[in-house]
Every structure is written in structure tokens, then in C-alpha cells.
């Protein structure tokens, strides 16, 4: 009798801590702080930067904010959960410098994320500030003291003035080169004794680059 009481008293304390399969799962739990849960495993998102001269602000997800100043290695402050997605970005642009993200979005797959490529590169020169206007300026000009002869199918030592393409494909103007153009030494040499002022007005038109603007 004694035998079988101990027995059945074994299989209520194996039931009492098994799952509903008879299998004993112990609980998760913080092997310091018995009864509190281990917290997820969880890994970071980063990456390499390159090309960079200033200072560039990256945003994982749209936060976790992270700024660069140089180029190298980066890695997110927050880690995320296995399965977790993530999205990195350019929050704020370097000045003078576009970044692009490469490589930027992806789901966590069991280890850390370190293949984010950021590569910046210089913004072009803004174009010149310009003071003298073909379109306002020049064109009107022409009109009115030289077409008359430097127009039509056959204008006067070939140098057609009636259009942008026309002065352009005429060879008289080299952007930038005042000196240089054919179209300044005609007019410096008296050519139809033109005004010191429209001259100049030629002149900066051509260095500032002989813009169809």
C-alpha cells in the first residue's frame, strides 16, 4: 500500500509541473531574478559610410536619429527584434553633399545588419549669377542694330545675329572669352561706331558664359 501511495504521489508532482503534453517546460525566466522573463534577443542595423565631408543625419525607420561627420563604420543606437523591419534613410543632407542609402531596407534575418551602404557625393557648381539677359537684353540689342545686315539666308561675312542659334553657330562668341570672340573685336574696331555702353553690355554677357537666358 505504502508503495503505490508514493507512486501515485511521484505522477502528481510530474503533472503538476508538465505541459498539457507530459513534457516539463521550465519557464523563461531570468536565471538573477527568478520569475521575470528573458528579454528578446535583438540586434542592430549599420552599415559604412563614404565619400563624406561634412555632417549627415541618418534616421532608421524614420527615428533613432544618428549623425555622421565622417566616413567609416555606423550602427544604429536601438536594436531590433528578429523579424523586425528596417529602413534607413538620409534624414538631413551634408551641406554641398547628396547621400544616397544603398542596401537600406530589409527584414532582421537572426544576426546584425552591417551591410547599409551611404555614399555622398558633391553637389554641382550653382549656376553663375548673371547680370546681362539674351532674351532682354542682347537679342533686342541685335535687332536693332544688326539684323538689318546679319540676318536672313545669306547674312552679311556669314554671321547670322537674328537668334540665339544663329549668333551661337556663327563662331563670333566664346563663352566665357570676351577677348577671344570675333563678335567684341568688331564691335571694339568701330563697327557701325557703336556706344561704349552696348558694348560692355557684349561683353558681360559673353564672360558671364553667353547664356540663352
Keep these: 500500500m505504502r508503495h503505490r501511495f508514493l507512486n501515485a504521489l511521484a505522477l502528481l508532482i510530474i503533472a503538476a509541473v508538465s505541459g498539457c503534453d507530459g513534457i516539463y ?20 542595423v549599420g552599415g559604412t ?33 528578429d523579424g523586425a523591419g528596417y529602413a534607413v534613410t ?18 532582421i534575418a537572426g544576426a546584425d545588419v552591417t551591410d547599409v551602404a551611404v555614399t555622398c557625393t558633391d553637389d554641382p557648381p550653382p549656376p553663375p549669377v548673371t547680370t546681362v539677359s539674351y532674351a532682354s537684353d542682347v537679342q ?7 539684323t538689318a545686315c546679319h540676318s536672313g539666308a545669306n547674312p552679311t561675312k556669314n554671321v547670322d545675329l537674328a537668334s540665339y542659334a544663329g549668333v551661337m ?13 570675333l563678335l567684341v573685336q568688331m564691335l571694339e574696331d568701330g563697327h557701325r561706331n557703336q556706344i561704349q555702353a552696348d558694348i560692355d553690355m557684349i561683353r558681360t554677357w559673353i564672360t558671364e558664359g553667353a547664356q540663352d537666358n
Design 140 to 146: 533686342p540689342y541685335f535687332n536693332a542694330e544688326c
Design 90 to 107: 538620409v534624414g538631413t543632407q551634408p551641406a554641398g553633399q547628396t547621400c544616397e542609402v544603398a542596401s537600406g531596407t530589409g527584414t
Design 25 to 44: 517546460n521550465p519557464p523563461l525566466a531570468d536565471s538573477q531574478n527568478p520569475g521575470t522573463p528573458i528579454p528578446p534577443v535583438t540586434y542592430t
Design 169 to 181: 553657330g556663327s563662331s563670333v562668341v566664346v563663352p566665357g572669352n570676351a577677348d577671344a570672340s
Design 49 to 81: 559610410v563614404s565619400g563624406l565631408t561634412g555632417t549627415v543625419a541618418l534616421l532608421n525607420n524614420g527615428g533613432d536619429g544618428l549623425s555622421v561627420s565622417a566616413d567609416g563604420g555606423f550602427t544604429f543606437a536601438t536594436p531590433l527584434a
